[in-house]
């Protein structure tokens, strides 16, 4: 649905955004992460047309961002970090001059705020003052008014900055629920955020894609490494290191969280070798009791900043 290939944006000598090329499908929830200064906001706003590319292409559909940027336009709700809103207007007269101005029909204007208000709920405070609202509400407010003409697709430049807890899982499953009819693109900072809502995750570090693929899938392909978490009963510690640091595949060996009676490793492993079938049997051998025996993968956390480091 939307092909971006080669995108460059440059502001003066600086490069914001290099050589970026990506495809995102209809119906794909895609979480853009990095550092600040990374480049997300910038490819958001030349996706949307707030901005003209320095270099390469962006196509909706068939439709070219540079020779049918107003057909484009129309296709995306776009809300940026900072809701745009008029602070002194009421919320029901806010969203109404929305739908006006975005060419709702007359007759179907109020039932459409209506369905709006009650998707991103928001119906208890229509009749306040934005300026009146949390910054949770205004950014609902702000969702609204991105979704208010129904587009296809919907880009979110940082959605849960600045929110509480319950205000960030509340705008989370206000996604998750436009996700299953549209395609979603937004950026974040929250790791966990994006790990919870996204169906794939780009990092871009610099302005150039570092990493791309489902969160399962970064966590193996961009360290290299897998965890096996193994807790033995009726071993010694160093007995059991030196048993499974002669397996093909485990590079490193730390201890787990101590408990009573139990040896507890964590094998770092590389991501080619499966080492599962020669660490059990070396159990096996051994007559070890096993309490515990699973492969997990490092957390997205530390895939972040191994590819987002500065060396």
């Known amino acids: 649905m939307i092909h971006i290939e080669h995108l460059t944006k440059r502001y003066g000598d600086t490069v914001a955004v290099n050589d970026v090329s990506l495809n995102i499908e209809k119906g794909e929830v895609l979480g853009l992460?990095?550092?600040?200064?990374?480049?997300?906001?910038?490819?958001?706003?030349?996706?949307?047309?707030?901005?003209?590319?320095?270099?390469?292409t962006i196509r909706v559909g068939d439709s070219d961002i540079r020779s049918n940027t107003l057909s484009i336009k129309r296709k995306i709700g776009y809300l940026p970090e900072s809701a745009p809103l008029y602070q002194n207007m009421l919320v029901y007269d806010y969203l109404m001059d929305?739908?006006?101005?975005?060419?709702?029909?007359?007759?179907?204007?109020?039932?459409?705020?209506?369905?709006?208000?009650?998707?991103?709920?928001?119906?208890?405070?229509?009749?306040?003052?934005?300026h009146e609202l949390s910054k949770g509400y205004r950014q609902r407010v702000g969702l609204a008014h991105a979704m208010m003409d129904d587009p296809e697709i919907l880009v979110l430049d940082e959605p849960t900055s600045g929110l509480d807890p319950n205000q960030?899982?509340?705008?989370r499953e206000i996604i998750k629920a436009v996700g299953k009819e549209k395609t979603v693109i937004f950026s974040t900072h929250i790791l966990s955020e994006a790990e919870a809502t996204c169906d794939r995750i780009v990092i871009i570090h610099k302005g150039k894609i570092v990493a791309d693929g489902a969160t399962e899938a970064?966590?193996?392909?961009?360290?290299?490494?897998?965890l096996l978490s193994v807790k033995l009963t009726g071993a010694k510690a160093q007995v059991c290191k030196d048993a499974f640091s002669t397996v093909e595949g485990v590079e490193e060996i730390k201890?787990?969280?101590?408990?009573?009676?139990?040896?507890?490793?964590?094998?770092?492993?590389?991501?080619?070798?499966?080492?599962?079938?020669?660490?059990?049997?070396?159990?096996?051998?051994?007559?070890?009791?096993?309490?515990?025996?699973?492969?997990?993968?490092?957390?997205?956390?530390?895939?972040?900043?191994?590819?987002?480091?500065?060396?």
């Open 33 to 56: 992460l990095g550092p600040n200064g990374a480049g997300k906001t910038t490819t958001l706003r030349v996706l949307t047309g707030y901005l003209p590319p320095t270099e390469g």
């Open 98 to 130: 929305v739908a006006a101005i975005r060419g709702i029909d007359p007759a179907n204007r109020m039932a459409r705020v209506r369905e709006l208000a009650r998707m991103c709920a928001i119906e208890d405070v229509m009749h306040k003052a934005i």
């Open 168 to 171: 960030i899982i509340e705008i």
């Open 218 to 226: 970064l966590k193996q392909q961009a360290s290299g490494r897998y």
């Open 255 to 311: 201890d787990g969280a101590p408990e009573s009676g139990q040896v507890s490793l964590v094998l770092s492993c590389n991501a080619n070798n499966d080492v599962r079938p020669e660490a059990f049997q070396i159990i096996r051998d051994n007559d070890w009791g096993l309490s515990e025996f699973h492969r997990e993968s490092h957390s997205l956390e530390t895939v972040f900043r191994e590819l987002t480091k500065e060396n």
